[in-house]
């Protein structure tokens, strides 16, 4: 046997007794396998994180849009701005240009 690796089993039986090195390969495998290890766990919590993050985004987005459509049915000069600027409506009497940003 290798004269080192026998000194470190002699080191490992003189100051860790069995239960703590048991518990702490238990905690080896709980920590670095299968699914619920601690890595995965850190992982779950960013998506979901970054989930509700982007759900109160979407959230935000459909307030604007129904507080905008609940205007529409009520003001007719927001509707009719919002037909000239978006969809290029005119009069009769009127022309329309259109000026592309770069």
């Known amino acids: 046997m290798n004269p080192h690796l026998s000194s470190f089993i ?4 003189r100051f860790i007794s069995p239960g703590t ?10 920590v670095f396998t299968g ?10 919590d960013n998506t979901i994180d970054s989930l509700r993050r982007e759900l109160a985004a979407k959230r935000d987005t459909m307030e604007y849009y129904r507080a905008l459509n609940q205007r529409l049915g009520t003001d007719p000069d927001l509707m009719e701005q919002v037909v000239r600027e ?9 022309d329309v240009f259109i000026f592309a940003e770069n």
């Open 86 to 94: 978006q969809y290029a409506m005119k009069r009769t009497s009127e």
């Open 35 to 44: 699914e619920n290890t601690v890595f995965s766990s850190i992982d779950y």
């Open 21 to 30: 090195l048991v518990c702490i390969v238990v905690i080896c495998y709980i």
């Open 10 to 13: 002699s080191w490992v039986r």
